[in-house]
């Protein structure tokens, strides 16, 4: 785990590439992250950081951090989330929905500003999407509800596969329904799909490995805050096997992955930002609607494909937001 004087260094390191607010922050209150998975990357720090400073708020030695990682194991979020308000934190940045869950059951007072990809309404984290009642408020991209067009996408791209892998955490409680979305879609389609359940980098290994024995012609990784500080590995993994495989984060596609749908992630981290530094000004959570993303983006990575011998379809360069040759 991250040691505290660890990430304030990277914190800084962040705030050193933007122009700082003239006078210096007193009496901030302390933020506390509380993420699922791995420490987060520099960029995605950066976009935070970009997002605080929009909403008036210096990054200077004055504002404390306090993080907590669980490193994939959500059975620790619990004690983690508790460890964040006996620390007394003055607001809560919750990283994906098992840390914004056990955020909120850590406390109905200390605001939380969370990331999620999942319906918050229905993962009940909020009960209104406009006018949040609680002391819960944040950003929402969705992915868990792009499994079909996902799927369609990759079918698209590789129409030969007939046999489908799903990567899915099993320790996430959108697996269930991003299972089932999934199995739906492959019905319509006439795929088999194949759930391959992985809640750690030794499962994912293991999964991997058997994915010839499985006759596993495409993969696809579902949306999983475990999964999201994978991108290297997962990529990697999947040229060494040589499976086309889809993705819902450009983050994979720039670690050498072949496509990827999805919202953009560190435009998601500098809204975060924005709503913390809101709520450092003062901001009431009620005052502050979840965010909605207003734009995906289609990322394929055309070197990737030629290497798994796949000819990308004219149509889908088109539509492509980006096309890393």
């Known amino acids: 785990m991250m040691r505290r004087r660890e990430?304030?260094?990277?914190?800084?390191?962040a705030a050193a590439a933007w122009p700082l607010a003239a006078r210096a922050q007193q009496a901030l209150p302390a933020i506390g992250f509380l993420h699922e998975g791995l420490p987060a990357p520099l960029s995605l720090m950066t976009a935070f950081q970009q997002g605080l400073i929009e909403a008036g708020v210096s990054a200077g030695s004055s504002l404390r951090i306090e993080n907590r990682w669980a490193e994939g194991q959500y059975d620790r979020l619990p004690?983690?989330?508790a460890d964040l308000i006996e620390h007394r934190v003055g607001i809560v940045v919750a990283v994906y929905l098992v840390a914004a869950q056990a955020a909120k059951a850590a406390t109905q007072t200390v605001p939380i500003a969370f990331i999620t990809g999942s319906d918050p309404i229905e993962a009940g984290l909020v009960a209104s999407l406009s006018r949040p009642t609680s002391n819960l408020t944040g950003l929402a991209f969705m992915f868990t509800r792009?499994?079909?067009?996902?799927?369609?996408?990759?079918?698209e791209l590789v129409p030969k596969a007939v046999v489908i892998g799903a990567l899915v955490n099993p320790n996430n409680p959108n697996a269930g329904p991003q299972t089932r979305?999934?199995?739906a879609a492959a019905r319509m389609l006439g795929l088999q799909l194949v759930i391959l359940a992985a809640g750690s980098d030794r499962d994912i290994d293991g999964v991997f490995a058997t994915l010839r024995e499985r006759q596993i012609?495409?993969?696809?990784?579902?949306?999983?805050?475990?999964?999201f500080g994978l991108p290297d590995k997962l990529a990697t993994l999947a040229a060494r096997h040589a499976v086309p495989t889809f993705y819902p984060l450009s983050d994979?596609?720039?670690a050498g992955g072949l496509?990827?749908?999805?919202?953009?992630?560190?435009?998601?981290?500098?809204?975060?930002?924005?709503?913390?530094?809101?709520?450092?000004?003062?901001?009431?959570?009620g005052e502050l609607p979840i965010i909605q993303p207003t734009k995906f983006e289609l990322v394929i990575n055309i070197k990737t494909a030629k290497a798994l011998g796949l000819d990308v379809p004219l149509q889908l360069q088109q539509l492509a937001d980006e096309v890393i040759e």
């Open 7 to 13: 990430f304030i260094a990277l914190f800084g390191g």
């Open 79 to 81: 004690a983690l989330a």
């Open 146 to 155: 792009l499994g079909e067009k996902n799927l369609a996408t990759l079918h």
């Open 181 to 183: 979305d999934l199995q």
């Open 217 to 227: 012609e495409a993969l696809l990784v579902t949306a999983d805050g475990f999964f």
């Open 252 to 254: 994979y596609v720039r």
């Open 259 to 285: 496509i990827s749908y999805g919202a953009n992630l560190s435009e998601s981290w500098r809204q975060a930002g924005v709503y913390v530094g809101k709520l450092i000004k003062g901001t009431k959570v």
